[in-house]
């Protein structure tokens, strides 16, 4: 079965440096898609990044981009520039190309210092 | 505007009374999903829609229901809920979960806490 790890629970930034959150994932498939979401504390989610597995360029978006590593299975996002309305919890997610499952991480609580 | 509608956003209830929390997508998305959110587990998925009529069970499908009778709308129905059903629950709606390219976004609702006593 797939399975989404996130191996830190929290993390902490300063304002303006870079943040990295880390995502592993387990799959026996090829084609799948990895997804970072947002949550701030409105609770809303939002979707950060997605990212096709068969597409070897890295997606970005603005500040946001991501790790993606297949042959080790990880996706971890990067966040650059980090700004106080980045402070959310962060879940990483993944669907294979043939599932009709999302499987989230548990999450990664950003905290952003002033 | 593309929207996911949650209701009610707060909900406090006692055991064994049956509740639907409703949810409804207006941009014709065949996909729907129903998943709860706990501490240090995050989200987990409880059931799924494909299209009308067609539902399946996600993870954690036990002391739920669902329908799907109508494309826009996927109510989640507690029968008898326990106080192990106190969580925040999302909705969701996509085109499908696994198209390539900009349709394969999911869109949540705003949540619904929920607290069984």
């Not at chain 2, 539902?55 to 109510?75: A, L």
């Not at chain 2, 008898?80 to 969580?87: A, G, H, L, R, V």
Request: charged share 20%; glycine share 6%.
């Amino acid at each position: 079965a797939q399975t989404v790890t996130q191996s830190q629970p929290e993390m902490s930034v300063q304002e303006a440096e870079t943040v990295t959150l880390s995502c592993t994932y387990d799959t026996s498939e090829s084609d799948y898609y990895l997804f970072w979401y947002k949550q701030p504390p409105s609770r809303q989610m939002i979707l950060v990044i997605r990212q096709e597995a068969y597409k070897q360029q890295n997606a970005t978006e603005n500040r946001f981009s991501v790790n993606f590593q297949k042959a080790a299975k990880s996706f971890s996002l990067k966040i650059s520039d980090s700004q106080l309305g980045d402070a959310a919890m962060y879940f990483c997610a993944y669907v294979g190309d043939r599932d009709d499952k999302i499987i989230f991480g548990k999450g990664t609580r950003l905290h952003i210092l002033p | 505007e593309a929207q996911v509608t949650q209701n009610p956003r707060y909900l406090i209830t006692v055991t064994g009374k049956k509740l639907t929390v409703t949810c409804s997508q207006n941009m014709n998305h065949e996909y729907m999903s129903w998943y709860r959110q706990d501490p240090g587990l995050g989200l987990r998925q409880i059931y799924y829609s494909m299209n009308v009529e067609v539902t399946d069970k996600g993870d954690v499908p036990e002391g739920y229901k669902v329908s799907r009778k109508e494309k826009r709308n996927f109510p989640l129905i507690l029968e008898s809920p326990s106080p192990n059903q106190t969580s925040l629950y999302f909705c969701a709606s996509s085109l499908t979960p696994h198209l390539a390219g900009a349709q394969n976004i999911q869109y949540f609702g705003a949540g619904t806490r929920l607290s069984v006593l």
